[in-house]
């Protein structure tokens, strides 16, 4: 048994697992936590699969807050989909109680983890294949919006303060600049040209969401491609996953970042950044697989700010892979030398495209209007 492997069965001996542990590995897609998965066996020989999960305090100051959070979310879900059975293929995200009953535990050289069910015959995406992946992951996203339209937002709390917060992340990202701990922002001058000629645009939707012209819900706040379990048989997305940044904000961010991460034909890492393109038939199919679930609840004005809010996230985006690189890569796990000044110039290169194509992602969403 590895070291790991040894470390995963401790971790899983905590949970109120049945089974005798059978093994366990990484999970490295995902920029925040530490995910492993860990299998059981029962006495008839059938195999369990979980998935531990350690919470990345550095990125979340409050883990219990998150774990209370989830809990609720994870209930109020359950709750309707057994009622209504809008499930998609029947299976949702599960939280399993330490052995104290507690909905987490504290592993045995620290930190906060939890244990889900491992959603079965499915897998994630980094990047996009079709455009029925692109359909199916931005329908989940919506009908999860949906699913907890009617929880109140007070009930949510805020796990990370001014997550969208634009305006601030670009202002953390001149503080970074000005104190250039690392040396590295002599090497970035046309990214920080680039941004700085856009700052404008960073505080529009909250001040749109201050004069009262958008509303805040319970949002999930990270739609990444890779956040949403996708049949793998089918490219049915079955359930939508990574619930700890569900807090109040806007759906608009929500929408902006599927675009972000399921449009492009390479990873966000990809370090030839002249490949990097929002396809209009990616954003198509997106659009309207959000819009078949989210419309019910979304006004005209919304709509009509779905192109936009693509580019608002990409800039958003790559404001905190720029910022993060100056900082000496902190926040983000990284690869390799340079990485999140890769995945920066590929969301800059994504707000180039967007530029390019805002009117004919425009004319597309206004037809939503009408029907
Ligand atoms: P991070 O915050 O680091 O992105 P995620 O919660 O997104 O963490 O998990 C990382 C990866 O682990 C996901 O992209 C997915 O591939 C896998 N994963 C997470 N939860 C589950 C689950 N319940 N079932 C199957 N795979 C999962
Ligand atoms: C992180 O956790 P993950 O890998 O799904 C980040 C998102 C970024 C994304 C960029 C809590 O998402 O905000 O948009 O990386 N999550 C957090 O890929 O900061
Ligand atoms: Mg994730």
Known sequence: MTELVRNIAEIGAKFAIDGTFAGGEEVKSGHINTTYLASYEDDDGDVSRYILQRINENVFHQPLVVMKNIERVT???????????????????????????????EGPSGGIWRCYNFIAGCRTYDVVENTRQAYQ??????????????????????????FHDTPARYARLMEAIESDAHGRAAGVKEEIEFIKARESITGVLLEHLKAGRLTERVTHNDTKLNNVMIDEQTDEAVCVIDLDTVMPGLALYDFGDLIRGATSPVAEDEQDYTKVEMRLSMF????????????????????DLLPFSAKLISMEVGMRFLTDH????????????GHNLDRCRTQLALVRSIEAQEEKMLAFVKKWHRS
Do not use: M, W
Request: hydrophobic share 35%; glycine share 8%.
């Open 284 to 303: 198509e199919a997106i659009a309207e697989g959000y819009l078949e679930t989210a419309r019910n609840f979304l006004s005209p004005f919304e709509i």
């Open 326 to 337: 100056l900082e000496g890569d902190k926040y983000f796990k990284v690869h390799r030398k």
């Open 137 to 162: 992951a931005a329908k989940a996203f919506g009908a999860f919006q949906d699913l907890v339209s009617d929880l109140p937002v007070e009930k949510v709390a805020v796990t990370i303060p001014g």
């Open 75 to 105: 209930r109020h879900i359950n709750r309707k989909v057994f009622r209504h059975k809008r499930d998609f293929s029947g299976q949702t995200l599960n939280l399993y109680p330490g052995r104290d009953g507690k909905n987490c535990v």
